[in-house]
């Protein structure tokens, strides 16, 4: 089970379509998942019909901790039933019936919507609001769609909240919120069906019970898709051993930062979702956790109208990109492009650093002064995002093809750069070659590559091809990277 943990569910906010999205791509690979709602939302009932998903899969935290049984307390009357007893005269506005005694205001009705033969319809009591003989509400019952009363609420004179009742589906009592005058929380009592009670000062304390009750009873990963307001407490359930933060803004980062540097909640942290190209992500850079390179909310990244072709291109330029835990064999590199430099002088290649502080950096400056290699060799300072490189090299190396999931590495084969890499072999059907750890194919490689125009272009155009469904939809195939790597 995957728990998208929210602080408010909207359907038309770009977290909210995120999440939505996340749930069919979920559903479609067999993997249960349902968002579930921190805060006390008013609205979350509304904001489920406009989603149009099952009605388990969108979820306050309450709710979900509520038993099943095969118990059912029907509401008791239809708006039938209420005409055919009382001479109450019905109006109609809506998706609202209000029912009036000669001038008075009884109650009012609201339904749940329908669709019938393409129509909107109205079906099923969702609310009931009762008046008192001065027009102020005194209680709403609410109804789920089965006809199970949910909870009602009971108001004071002023419109304030008095208190709210919440109902296990047999009709006993599950939670009582008491309110202060101004309509402010004041006291939550829960009971189980256990007879086990427990008291909170506030909803969000509340809601983090209910959701470890819920981890607890359903084991499964959280993603906390808001991790500056929640992943502070949620990390301290002890029900909760997988958590995974969406972080999309500096608070996001610092509050996960905060946790990774405690010993002993750093390892319920199993991924990060993150832009890598935020500002905030050197926050997260070095870490030791993995970084899923996601940007939230943009579910694709444009594929480039043209990709430059070998005329276009700076000749004999290979760049690569360092990541400190994934360097290259430096000494095979030397050897390959030293073999190759003697057929073609213009080969060169620019290492560039996933993190411009790197301390291999220096490192790596020194070996190049120390052998002479400037000629052959350029360390840059700017990281590659900010230059031409993936677009105007003759070919990307990537020390691991394991980050294929790296925009960067989508980035190059989107324009027709060959990508080179190690382990097994690959003729470049894909538009990546894979070269053994010898030497002297490497120098092969590199040489063909940068020497023969009709091959490097028939490795450019498989790039391409590679590229498009991967960079149509960069974020969806991240998400079921996340699936795999869920185990």
Sequence with gaps: MFYFVTNQFDVND?????????????????????????DDQPDLSQQKDLAQVAAN??????????????????????????????????????????????EQLVMK???????????????????????????????????????????????????????????????????????????????????????????????????????????????????????????????????????TPVVRNEHDAQAVKQVLEQPDLRSKIVQIVIDPKADYATLLADVGIQLLPIAAGDDSVDQPATAPEW????????????????????EQLIGALSLVRVKAEQVKLTFFFQRPDSPLKQQLQQQVNQLGLNQLIRIQDEVIQETSALEQSAAFIVPDIANLKDDNVLTALAHG?????????????LGILKANQDTFELAGLIQRLITDKDWWTQISQNAQK???????????????????TAG
């Excluded at 770009?14 to 579930?36: M, Y």
């Excluded at 935290?61 to 001479?87: E, L, S």
């Excluded at 009582?176 to 309509?183: A, H, K, L, N, S």
């Excluded at 276009?312 to 290259?328: K, W």
């Design 109 to 243: 009705i609201r339904y749940f919507t329908a669709t019938t033969g393409g129509q909107a319809v109205l079906h099923q009591i969702r609310t009931i609001s009762y008046f008192s003989e001065h027009g102020d509400r005194l209680r709403t019952e609410e109804y789920d769609l089965t006809g199970n009363k949910i909870s009602t609420h009971y108001f004071r004179a002023d419109g304030n909240l008095r208190l709210t009742v919440y109902f296990q589906i047999d009709g006993s009592s599950l939670l009582t919120i008491d309110y202060d005058q101004q309509g402010t929380i004041h006291k939550i009592s829960y009971l189980d069906r256990a007879g086990q009670t427990a008291e909170f000062a506030n909803w969000m304390a509340f809601a983090t019970f209910a959701l470890g009750r819920t981890v607890q009873n359903t084991p499964g990963e959280v993603i906390v898709d808001h991790p500056a307001t929640s992943l502070d407490e949620l990390v301290k359930l002890t029900a909760i051993t997988r958590l």
């Design 14 to 38: 770009p977290v909210g379509v995120e999440q939505l999205k996340r749930l069919t791509l979920f559903s479609d690979n067999q993997q249960d998942a349902k968002i579930l709602v921190l």
């Design 57 to 102: 899969q969108i979820q306050s935290v309450f709710t979900a901790i509520v038993p099943h049984t095969n118990a059912t307390v029907r509401v008791p009357y239809t708006t039938g039933d209420i005409q055919t007893f009382t001479q109450y005269q019905a109006r109609q506005n809506g998706e609202e019936t209000a029912f009036f005694d000669g």
């Design 311 to 330: 005329d276009d291109r700076q000749a004999g330029q290979l760049a690569l990109i360092i990541d400190d835990q994934h360097a290259p064999n430096f």
């Design 466 to 484: 590679t590229a498009k469904p991967l960079r149509r939809l960069t974020v969806w195939e991240l998400w079921r990277m996340k699936l795999v």
């Design 417 to 429: 750069t060959p990508i080179i890499t190690f382990g097994g072999a690959d003729k470049g059907e």
